[in-house]
Antibody, heavy 119, light 106 residues
């Protein structure tokens, strides 16, 4: 079935950058979008941005503008989230999720990647 | 920026109907989704385009959206439905989530 497999947990120091991957399988990768959503401990889901896996166009939440980049490698059916200038408030589980280009739904979601920012 | 507001918690007895609301300015003019999240698990889509159920989601889950309020209704609530529920909508291709509602089945 359709699956999104994410990279493993990361521990980063404040000021560092992190790159999380999301490998898709069992569907035509370039025919859908990939979104990134994060969830800090005990907090709500927070949408970060998305990429059209076909043409590479992106849109980001204003909150992360300037320190986020979402990219994709169509040869590897994989999307990536880069987040720079990390601080303790970036400690969260980061999820990727698939959507059609018209944004009707997010399904399925990856299993999540815990990023811990600590000195 | 666009905001969606949900009640923090809703309680329901087994077999009864649970209703979870989501409020936002002119929300009825946007398509809404609902996601279920159980502790330690990834969110799961339960309603999309206001009232459509993905395959595999039980018929007891239904949705509506009009005016400023979207509602997720769970009929004949079961213990397995105990979870956090998040509404979500799009504002100019930007995703927005509600604060989440903890559904407790007493």
């Amino acid at each position: 079935q359709v699956q999104l497999v994410q990279s493993g947990a990361e521990v980063k120091e404040p000021g560092a950058s992190v790159k999380v991957s999301c490998k898709a399988s069992e569907y035509p990768f370039s025919s859908f979008a990939i979104h990134w959503v994060r969830q800090a401990p005990g907090q709500r889901l927070e949408w970060m941005g998305w990429i059209n896996a076909g043409n590479g166009n992106t849109k980001y939440s204003q909150k992360f503008q300037g320190r986020i980049a979402i990219t994709r490698d169509t040869s590897a059916d994989t999307a990536y989230l880069d987040l720079t200038s990390l601080n303790s408030e970036d400690t969260a589980v980061y999820y990727c999720a698939r959507s059609p280009f018209d944004l009707r739904w997010l399904d399925p979601w990856g299993h999540g990647t815990l990023v811990t920012v600590s000195s | 920026s666009y905001e969606l507001t949900q009640p923090p918690s809703v309680s329901v007895s087994p077999g009864q109907t649970a209703s979870i609301t989501c409020s936002g300015d002119k929300l009825g003019e946007k398509y809404g989704c609902w996601y279920q999240q159980k502790p330690g698990q990834s969110p799961v889509l339960v309603i999309y385009q206001d009232n459509k159920r993905p395959s595999g989601i039980p018929e007891r889950f239904s949705g509506s959206n009009s005016g400023n309020t979207a509602t997720l209704t769970i009929s004949g609530t079961q213990a397995v439905d105990e979870a956090d529920y998040y509404c979500q909508a799009w504002d100019r291709s930007t995703g927005v989530f509600g604060g989440g509602t903890r559904l407790t089945v007493l």
